[in-house]
């Protein structure tokens, strides 16, 4: 792995589902972030971790909830998934809380 | 409340210079990031402005006034490759990171 990754690269969900989207980063970064971008809004924040064991709510997490068992891996996961979570979602990573972030390619998440 | 703003959209020629502005009213200032994110990919760092004054990366200059909330990214040069949006993003006091929406800059032959 070179960077960071997220899988899948594109989903079609129905309602009601769960759903996990994964992130893995091999730089050894601490801090660890999903934001979501929709049209005309920009990057919003779902949730964070400054590092491992620990999470923090972001401007936009309801719905979601993530995990941070180690270093490397950050999921996050979506309950029962709503249509109003369609969207393309990143995975960002930093040496530490909020320096230079490096991105993942994006999940383009679709829930009918 | 937070805010950054940055213009919309912005055209331009193949070979000129461009400047893309944003200003931010934040809770505290701690840095002002600016990345570039071409469509259908993921944002990747250009800049990172703390002092004021003019940071100059190649074909890329980012400048930064604090007192005015102000800092406006800097490309000369255009080329058809650098068609792209372009964010602005604010570290607060918190150390949380305020993103611009973005500017949808759109290079013309």
């Known amino acids: 792995i070179a960077g960071i990754t997220q899988a899948p690269t594109s989903q079609i969900l129905a309602a009601g589902r769960r759903m996990t989207l994964r992130c893995t980063q091999d730089?050894?970064?601490?801090?660890m972030y999903w934001y979501r971008q929709d049209l005309g809004l920009g990057l919003r924040l779902i949730h964070y971790s400054n590092t491992a064991g620990t999470t923090g709510k972001g401007e936009v997490p309801d719905g979601y909830s993530v995990s941070r068992a180690n270093t490397d891996d950050f999921p996050l996961t979506l309950a029962s998934a709503v249509p109003s979570q369609t969207s393309v979602y990143f995975c960002?990573?930093?040496?530490?809380?909020?320096?230079?972030?490096?991105f993942g390619p994006g999940t383009r998440l679709t829930v009918l | 409340g937070q805010n950054i703003d940055q213009p919309t959209e912005m055209t331009a020629t193949e070979g000129a210079i461009v400047q893309i502005n944003c200003t931010y009213q934040?809770?505290?200032?701690?840095?002002l990031f600016w990345y570039q994110q071409h469509a259908g990919e993921a944002p990747t760092f250009l800049s990172y402005?703390?002092l004021d004054g003019l940071e100059e990366k190649g074909r890329f200059s980012s400048f930064l006034s604090r007192s005015k909330g102000y800092s406006y990214l800097l490309l000369k040069e255009l080329q058809m490759k650098d068609s792209a949006s372009y964010l602005c993003?604010?570290?607060?006091?918190?150390?949380?990171?305020?993103w611009g929406a973005g500017t949808k800059l759109i290079i013309k032959p």
């Open positions: 730089m050894r970064h601490n801090a």
């Open positions: 934040t809770s505290g200032f701690n840095g």
């Open positions: 993003a604010v570290r607060d006091s918190n150390y949380q990171l305020i």
């Open positions: 402005n703390v």
């Open positions: 960002a990573s930093s040496d530490s809380a909020n320096n230079e972030q490096f």
